[in-house]
């Protein structure tokens, strides 16, 4: 066979086997048609084929949620959705991605097959709307090892969080509810909803059967939970608390304030059940780097001309990130980083997961 042949049949066999077609009051979960996905274009395998564990990044854009491959940065399937700013959540090891927008009669929550993108069940929660957080992500949220979906909602008593099971879409009970509720976040049992419109950064958490709010005294702008329940937020300034799993007790924490770095809106990410990650602004950066300060605190430093639009998202070994309409990740480890596609000035990140 001449290497020309041999060539065509790696990209034929590499294009096979990755070609891709993923409260109370609710309406009863269906099992929808499957969304129409846009078709997967052809495949560039010199891009980075072997060296990373393959993942993909969802981006929501004014033309849906796209799902943008790490392996060969491709754009694998766009999800249609009725609104620009819906919400995402991934469950890779699941092979799901899950979607929060609105329809006429209520918000609706949507999963699909990761690796298709084709819808296969889809709930209307009557008489609400779902909370717009500035980004794709935020108000939607998975507790993995419970199996189940957490929506951060809006009805006509204020805000609230759903449960719903993670297959089914059915709605268990609704709880922690509020005047304010722009995030939440979930793991291990433990859901928290926090107010960042609040000057004293209250925050709601439902840990097991219990239920309780604590006054942070920050205007917070970024929240996020390890896998085993531990909650890290903070203010723009860079001042942290942490709440350790099953703990009511806020911890103050060394402070990004203290290295002279402010926190971008959003900018706590979560690697795993390992670590958090601080997403900053710094003027002597001239592109994004990964820094290691005092106690092994991981910042992911931004040029201040070029901050990340909607946050940042962390899958090992890449932080996932938008600037100026590019879908991009950058190596948590040793710092390098590429631009994956461009998605347009409206794009925010969304999730992403390890598949």
Request: glycine fraction near 12%.
């Amino acid at each position: 066979m001449t290497l020309r042949g041999a060539s065509l049949v790696l990209v034929i066999a590499f294009a096979a086997s990755c070609g891709g077609t993923g409260g109370r009051a609710a309406s009863a979960p269906s099992t929808s048609t499957p969304a129409s996905p846009s078709a997967t274009p052809l495949i560039d395998v010199n891009d980075m084929m072997g060296a990373f564990p393959p993942a993909t990044f969802f981006v929501v854009t004014k033309d849906g949620v796209k799902a943008v491959a790490l392996l060969n940065h491709a754009t694998r399937y766009t999800i249609p959705v009725s609104t620009a700013d819906a919400q995402v959540a991934a469950a890779g090891p699941a092979g799901r991605v899950y979607i929060l927008d609105e329809v006429s009669a209520g918000a609706r929550v949507r999963w699909f097959d990761l690796d298709s993108g084709t819808e296969r069940a889809s709930t209307v929660i009557a008489g609400t709307s779902f909370v717009r957080t500035g980004n794709g992500h935020g108000g939607l949220a998975i507790d993995d090892a419970a199996g189940t979906v957490y929506a951060l909602l809006k009805d006509s008593s204020g805000r609230r969080v759903d449960e719903l099971d993670w297959f089914t879409l059915k709605p268990s009970r609704t709880m922690l509810r509020s005047q304010c509720g722009e995030r939440v976040a979930v793991a291990s049992g433990r859901v928290a909803m926090a107010c960042f419109i609040d000057k004293d950064g209250a925050i709601f958490i439902a840990d097991g059967t219990t239920e309780f709010h604590v006054t942070t005294g920050l205007a917070l702008i970024a929240m996020a939970m390890l896998g085993d329940g531990t909650l890290m937020a903070g203010d723009g300034e860079g001042r942290l608390i942490r709440l350790a799993p099953h703990s009511t007790e806020l911890e103050r924490v060394s402070t990004l304030k203290d290295y002279g770095k402010g926190l971008i809106r959003d900018g706590i990410a979560v690697n795993a059940g390992c670590c958090f990650y601080f997403g900053i602004t710094d003027a002597t950066a001239n592109d994004v780097q990964i820094r290691s300060i005092a106690g092994g605190t991981m910042l992911i430093a931004f040029p201040s001309i070029s901050p990340p639009t909607g946050g940042l998202l962390v899958q090992a070994p890449f932080a996932y990130f938008v600037i100026n309409g590019r879908a991009r990740h950058v190596d948590i480890n040793q710092g390098f980083g590429e631009v994956m596609a461009d998605v347009g000035e409206s794009a925010v990140p969304g999730a992403v997961a390890n598949r």
